[in-house]
């Protein structure tokens, strides 16, 4: 097993915690390469857009993943489908298994996204205080209508199966984001979530249950486990929690 | 060759367009299900969350695609991974080709969505006019700020490249929707792209050359292209584009 790199953000959880996750549970040797001076500097160069690439296609934008003798690997999405065999998180390995949990996973990174505007409905580039007002009247929705949306959807795919797991009879990666998912949203909009929680028991169970696996336990106990804070993806603003 | 079983709302191009062309490029057998009554009656039951799915994992949303025996595929990028081999539209079909090609499609999906919601930046179930403010504010970072962020990006690419496809020598699912990309951003805002075209000269002959493939010119002067319009992912918006 050749260690796996990651690059990602050094001080947030934000879209590499889905990969972490993944492999924290398996304990596959990786290394959190931007966590270093040396390797936040690597990983600024690579997606320096006027810098000059050592890669033919490199990756946009952070989390990427080197694995075996692939090229730079970017999305979380598409990372997770290539890793997942490699870390027993895929279900049975099957075509079927792989692109439904991928579809899954699909869907998660849409949420995810939809989280962050709500943060900044305007622009990726201005402060989130230079653009409260649209915040608020986005987050409005997020939290009535598409955090709803997706969160009964999954619920409605867990109440058809007996594995309290999305897909197939194990824990898949898919899973596993789910839990931080779950733990991000319950961080940044706790009384939305409050409400929310009271009709997705079968997700809070998964989330419960996740918790609990030995390795993800060490993991949250650990400090590479960093803490939610309002320059992540999950932002706790008291004023778009309502 | 099973017949393809393509659903997506029948009145626009919209995310289904990216499959439509993949489809018409190959000129593999498909149906476009929607664009009959009982077609479209059907979608609307199989993403209807309060009806009863006979999919274990039912679609979230449109489109949605049934290949062989495989369950309902949804997400763009996910059917054109499946469906790309099968097309011969994913390069040499190694790994790693096939992940670099997926890679890139995530990043076009990426920008759809930021595109969609540049003339949604508040809620999807509000219409344009009451959230026009907010849409100006916000459509002025995606012109000035991320199409051009995307387009070099995928510029650059070409630019290291002798046959002026994205990924290996042939084209792949990916450029052709590259093509329906700058076909629909030019649509929405062709001021912004008058500015931003004088900077992605290799993109516009991949746009060119895509539009030349035979099966693509006989598609596009078909009655099975849909013109744009108001209802669609690209709008245009005089007070939009400046």
């Known amino acids: 097993m050749a260690t796996i790199q ?8 934000g879209r590499g915690e889905f990969i972490r996750l993944a492999l924290e549970d398996a304990k596959y040797p990786y290394k959190d390469e931007a ?4 390797g936040l500097d690597e990983m600024l160069s690579v997606i320096n857009p006027t810098a000059e690439s050592p890669f033919d296609i490199p990756p946009l934008s952070p989390p990427f993943v080197f694995i075996d003798d692939l ?4 999305h979380v999405a598409k990372i997770l489908f290539v890793l997942g065999p490699r870390l027993g998180l895929a279900g049975n390995n099957s075509e079927t298994e792989r692109a439904l949990i991928n579809q899954l996973q699909l869907s998660v990174s849409d949420i ?3 989280v962050h505007d709500s943060h900044h409905p305007i622009a990726t580039s201005l402060y989130y205080e230079d653009q409260k007002v649209e915040a608020a009247r986005r987050t409005h929705y997020l939290v009535n209508e598409r955090l709803p949306k997706y969160l009964s959807y999954f619920e409605r795919i867990l109440a058809k199966k007996t594995a309290n797991v999305l897909v197939g009879d194990t824990v898949t990666y898919v899973d596993l984001s789910i839990f931080h998912l779950l733990c991000g949203l319950k961080y940044a909009y706790p009384k939305a979530m409050a409400r929310i929680e009271a009709y997705i028991p079968r997700l809070l169970e998964l989330k419960r249950s996740v918790a609990e696996r030995p390795n993800i336990k060490a993991y949250l106990a650990s400090e590479r486990r960093l803490a939610f804070n309002e320059n992540d993806l999950f932002r706790h603003y008291s004023e778009l929690d309502l």
């Open 112 to 114: 995810v996204s939809e």
């Open 6 to 13: 990651l690059y990602y953000w050094p001080t947030i959880t």
């Open 71 to 74: 090229p730079p690997l970017a």
């Open 35 to 38: 966590r270093t001076k040396e």
